[in-house]
């Protein structure tokens, strides 16, 4: 019996428009949507359908655009495909959140809120900083290690093979990207982001999540939920909890996360969110695995045939 789990997208996979044709198609979609703008007090809704993308783009907006349309997505597929039975979660930076209330550990208004607090901690963090992130295509892990040690900035993202984002001061990226080159690296490039996602210029985001989190109750998940920080499945409430402000400005270890399900014997997976990063990812770590992806009406449609196949 093969084994599924349900991958939710992170921060950078937003767009204009995301989630429009769900909500214009599908009842349920609108009802979450409509909620969550009551939930945050603001129109959420208006900013993920019609932008403009500088405002979507904010991480105060985006990562609860990017949480609400994995969770819709996931809600979907529920009603479309019933019978399918998922075994773990996981998601990516911010899309852990919406892995943790796919699971049960959070309300959605709870997790929401959260999400949105986090977003503005963030954004406040990249502020009052002078930080980025640039890709790094081509290099080994111990070989950007190297590079981060002597630039003076660290690893943010272990995507897939030949593929790991780093994070830091503006100027010592900069030297980071000529270092990697000259190691042989294929391409680093600066991404265009807020700030140091992932890094210690995130830290002062950390406290104020911290308290986030005080007021939101944490349940034992009724599924596995993989970690970014450690790779594994997370433990009791109190871990989940710790674990999730260490992840501010620990490196998202995805391809470590992926390999755990595959070495449990998962075979499926479905991405849920903007976007396909994540397939993108799975490509290079395992191209045997089975990848579906869920953002638009279009996608779930698709998604629920080869799901009942």
């Excluded at 428009?17 to 969550?36: H, I, N, Q, V």
């Excluded at 993202?157 to 001061?169: A, E, F």
């Excluded at 939101?216 to 920080?229: C, K, L, R, T, Y």
Aim: net charge neutral; charged share 20%; glycine share 10%.
């Amino acid at each position: 019996m093969s084994k599924t789990a349900l991958l939710f997208a992170g921060q950078g996979a937003q767009a204009v428009g995301m989630g429009k044709s769900l909500a214009e198609k599908f009842p349920t979609a609108k009802s979450w949507f409509d909620r969550a703008n009551e939930v945050l007090g603001f129109d959420l809704t208006r900013i993920c359908f019609e932008g403009p993308e500088p405002e979507l783009t904010r991480t105060e907006n985006a990562q609860p655009g990017i949480f609400l349309i994995g969770w819709v997505a996931f809600q979907l597929l529920k009603e479309q495909a019933p019978m399918l039975k998922f075994d773990a979660t996981a998601g990516l930076s911010l899309g852990e959140f919406t892995a943790l209330a796919a699971a049960g550990v959070f309300t959605f208004e709870d997790a929401i809120r959260v999400v949105q607090q986090r977003g503005r901690f963030m954004q406040e963090a990249c502020e009052a900083t002078h930080g980025g992130m640039a890709a790094v295509i081509g290099l080994d892990e111990n070989e950007t290690r190297a590079v981060c040690a002597e630039a003076g900035i660290e690893l943010a993202n272990l995507n897939c093979p030949g593929q790991i984002v780093i994070s830091g001061d503006t100027g010592k990226l900069e030297k980071a990207c000529e270092l990697a080159k000259i190691k042989g690296a294929k391409k680093a490039l600066p991404l265009a982001v807020a700030g140091a996602y992932h890094s210690r210029l995130m830290a002062s985001a950390q406290p104020k999540l911290d308290a986030a989190l005080s007021g939101a109750p944490i349940a034992i998940a009724n599924v596995p939920v993989i970690s970014n920080v450690t790779a594994e499945p997370h433990g009791a409430p109190s871990d989940i909890h710790r674990r999730l402000v260490e992840q501010v400005t620990a490196p998202v270890r995805w391809e470590a996360s992926i390999r755990y399900l595959l070495g449990q014997g998962f075979t499926r997976f479905v991405e849920l969110g903007p976007g396909k990063a994540l397939s993108g990812f799975m490509k290079r770590i395992d191209s045997n695995a089975q990848m579906v992806s869920i953002s638009d009406a279009e996608t779930l449609e698709a998604a629920t045939k080869a799901l009942k196949g």
